[in-house]
């Protein structure tokens, strides 16, 4: 055997997928290997790649940005159908296996397969998570028809961060750590509101989330039966480290149990999807694929989260307004998983200098670790 992935979510489908397409024997395992995704996967439209339009459920050419101010991010962001994207990802010719491997048996694969790949995200089953008190986004969402969204919205044809602090009870002093609100068309006359935490360790539990949802929704005139009786629910933990144990001796790790996600954003879809090509094409040339080195961009990504980690609400809206006055190059830099250290540090120094006094103090004292 060529491959063996372990884990169908889209990193390891588009590996395998991709391996496959290239003449490798593969195979893969997965406890629900043909069941339909259940979370909401959103990425810019120009992350798409070579993948068909019939994986768009739904796009917002304009999305925005709230904090102090309203940014108008002027780049399109689409939700993916998720039927359409693993249908898009073929795995004709890959022997299938319905099984949940714990590390152990992962392990045991090694000798069996020339490349062992483990890619069953960052809370596999039977191995060790990143930790109860690790860094980690949550979120709580709601799907609701679009005419009780709207008021949530303001206008907006979607919202991928709103700062706003309706979500606190009293929106003019804010206790607590700071949470978003994102909100877009799912593409069937619903609409995807959901209150973030973007990271906070110990993560922000879901039921405070949920109020703060709810709070603010109500807040902006939706109404409350939309909110009680909701069209679906979303609950999002995603470790922003990834997961809390090395892949084991002689196994590639992909997506986030690789620490494949962006650790400030917890962005990881594109990234994932981005890179099986490159690894099947690594594979099929008889090498090693490149894993992401944690170089000179990682360490940059790593001081952002330290300070996500330690800012206030007031420093937060500075710095994300900051991120809404910059140029669309500077925005990419600062979201992509894929941006050169040269190119992010322009980026955050950009958001940094546009910052007021107060805040450049702040995040200077948060990113260093100054009481």
Known sequence: ??????????????????CSARGLRVVAFDPRADAVWRPTYGVWRDELGALPRSVVASEVI?????AHGR?????PYVLLDNAALQAALPLDGVDVREAALSDADVAGLVGSARVVVDARGAR?????????DAASQTAFGLVVEAAAAA???GGAEGLLMDWSTDWAPDPAQPVGVPSFLYAFPTGDGGVLVEETCLAAAPPLPIDELKDRLRRRLLRRGVPVSAIDHPRARE???IPMLGRGTAAPRGVLALGTAGRGGNVVTGYSVAHALRVAGPWADAIAAGRVPSVDPRGPAD???????RALLRLDTAGTLDLFDAFGRRGRGSQRAFLSRDSSAPALAGAMWGMFARMPWPGRRALLAATLGVA
């Open 62 to 66: 304009d999305p925005q940005l709230r």
């Open 124 to 132: 596999p089953v039977n191995a060790r998570s990143a930790g109860k």
């Open 151 to 153: 008021p949530a919205l």
């Open 299 to 305: 360490l940059l990504r790593a001081a952002g989260l």
């Open 1 to 18: 055997m060529d491959v063996a992935v372990v884990g169908l979510g889209p990193a390891g489908r588009a590996l395998a997928s991709a």
């Open 71 to 75: 940014h108008r991010l002027g780049r």
């Open 235 to 237: 609950i999002v933990r």
